[in-house]
């Protein structure tokens, strides 16, 4: 019997991430895509924060992931921390979705 092996490969820049992360962070009932949107905006305010005045103001000010791709939409001029940050989240977003959808019931419980 022929065993299938599937690979998921992570990093391709070449795609757009803009309309499709706005969209999965718009999802409210799906407990892993929120609480790595929550880990994600927690440790990009905390690096942020720690950053030289000078540094800091290379990123706009928010208080939610929505927030910062709106304002980063917003400005002109682009930031390739933050570019590298969007197409990665976006991403793994895309992966966990696919993997463990909202009807997905045994994705959300821990077996001791």
Do not use: W
């Not at 070449?14 to 880990?39: M, V, W």
């Not at 000010?61 to 390739?80: G, M, V």
Request: overall charge neutral; hydrophobic content about 35%; aromatic content about 14%.
């Amino acid at each position: 019997m022929e065993r299938s092996t599937q690979i998921y490969l992570f990093g391709d820049q070449t795609n757009s991430y803009d309309a499709g992360l706005c969209h999965l962070l718009q999802i409210k009932d799906n407990p892993l895509l929120s609480a790595l949107f929550e880990r994600v905006n927690y440790a990009l305010r905390l690096y942020i924060g720690q950053l030289p005045s000078i540094q800091k103001e290379l990123f706009p000010r928010f208080s939610s992931l929505h927030e910062l791709l709106a304002r980063y939409r917003e400005r002109s001029e682009t930031n390739p921390a933050l570019d590298s940050t969007f197409v990665c989240l976006h991403q793994l977003a895309l992966f966990i979705r696919y993997i463990c959808p909202m009807s997905c019931y045994h994705c959300y419980t821990y077996k001791s």
